[in-house]
């Protein structure tokens, strides 16, 4: 099979995917279970040097969450006040969850084994300032622990912190460090995740490009199709230990009773998904200009309008599963049904899919299409011949004519 792109059909079928896209994510969200999660991410301080990443990374976990399904509770660069609001608007929509997550990009302490994160009007004069300028990291632990079932801590917050060695000359404490201490995971739930940047007691690095080693590698590996979040997080540690040469290894305390996957793929699902309402739409406007026959309703018009869009073959034969069919693309010409399922989809069959999913590997494997199950999808083409004009299928739009022709002719 030729490895050059299908063509796409046009502008109305962009808008269509965007469309059935749109559609399956509503759907998949409604019946989804509940994800809440809280995202912090500190750069600005005041009474420290700034940080280069720690917002940048924060803003860039909020979006993949909410690509994940999370309704997100984010702040970045807020005051200690500002920061207990944001908290306090979290624990008010985390109470039941499935899911329960939290990010923080930023500074961080620990004193005597408890961790503390650092707003950016933190200052840390003396030892009052731990209970009045910092938020300890217990705290938003207990607002995610309520009546929730799966709890994900993601913690970048061990950079070199010089307002710890500030608090700790200032009040004398020997205990205050810039490396996060060990959490204990409480029972509870189907259980708990918490993933640090570094080891326990240990810097991370900042990085000096978008984002830091950590949250890049969090970004690549977080939602990854049927990755389970513990073989995630094990990439993670990978890339991180890979990018710093062996100078930061991420720490992760896991006790979960079932597996979690944020981003669940069924690669049994029927390829084409979704329905092309929005075309119409843009179809109706253009008859309109046409001056089609005003007897005809807009629905009428809009429909005839997106049956025009639909591809030719180029043979008015019968369609055989097992003989060669000249389709009018040079991607799939001269090649029977029966090959071309045997063959590689030229991109994704499913939106999202990770690459090791898919290339390389044949389409009947990854869908266990057979004849059988392939004339059944046909039909539906054969039925509604619209419907061909759903999401762009991985052997093109032409093969999805050919395969309603086929069913038309009893799936030969």
């Known amino acids: ?85 944001t908290v306090a608007q979290f624990a008010k929509q985390v109470r039941g969850a499935d899911i329960a997550l939290f990010f923080y990009a930023g500074h961080g302490l620990q004193v005597s084994g408890k961790n503390y994160l650092l707003p950016v009007d933190a200052a840390l004069e003396d030892e009052t300032s731990l209970d009045f300028e910092a938020v300890s990291v217990d705290f938003i632990l207990r607002q995610m622990s309520r009546e929730t079932s799966i709890r994900l801590v993601f913690l970048d917050a061990c950079r070199d912190n010089p307002l710890a060695e500030v608090l700790a000359k200032a009040a004398g404490i020997k205990g205050a460090s810039s490396g996060l201490a060990e959490i204990p ?125 639909i591809p030719k073959l180029e043979t008015d034969g019968p369609i055989l599963f097992d003989r060669p069919v000249k389709f009018g693309d040079p991607a799939i010409d001269g090649k029977s049904i029966a090959q071309l399922i045997k063959g590689e989809p030229l991109f994704s069959p499913v939106e999202g899919l990770d690459k090791s999913v898919w290339q390389g590997k044949h389409c009947d494997g990854c869908h266990e299409w057979n004849e059988t199950r392939l004339c059944e999808q046909a039909k539906n083409f054969a039925a509604n011949d619209v419907s061909v004009l759903r999401l762009q299928h991985p052997l093109g739009t032409r093969f999805k004519v050919a395969l309603a022709r086929w069913a038309q002719d009893g799936c030969q």
């Open 185 to 309: 995971i409480e029972n509870g739930g189907a259980g708990t995740l918490v993933a640090f940047a570094a080891s326990p007691n240990q810097l991370a690095y900042d990085g000096s490009g978008d984002h830091s080693p950590f949250t890049t590698a969090l970004l690549q590996h977080v939602g990854e199709s049927n990755v389970s979040i513990t073989e995630a997080m094990n990439r993670v540690t990978s890339d991180v230990f890979k990018a710093t040469a062996g100078k930061q290894r991420p720490w992760i305390n896991v006790s979960l009773t079932t597996e979690v996957v944020l981003h669940r793929v069924d690669l049994n699902a029927p390829l084409i998904v979704g329905e092309a309402s929005a075309p119409q739409a843009e179809a109706r406007s253009e008859t309109r200009n046409t001056g089609a026959a005003s007897g005809q309703t807009d629905d009428q018009l809009a429909l005839n309008a997106l049956r025009e869009k």
């Open 1 to 85: 099979m030729s490895s050059a792109p299908i063509a796409f059909c046009g502008d109305v079928f962009r808008a269509a995917v965007l469309v059935a896209l749109a559609l399956l994510l509503t759907l998949t969200a409604a019946n989804a279970e509940r994800r809440i999660a809280l995202v912090l991410g500190n750069s600005q301080y005041q009474h420290a040097a700034p940080l280069l990443n720690p917002a940048r990374d924060a803003q860039a976990m909020a979006d993949r969450l909410k690509d994940l399904g999370f309704e997100v509770v984010s702040g970045f660069d807020l005051t200690k006040q500002q920061t207990q609001a």
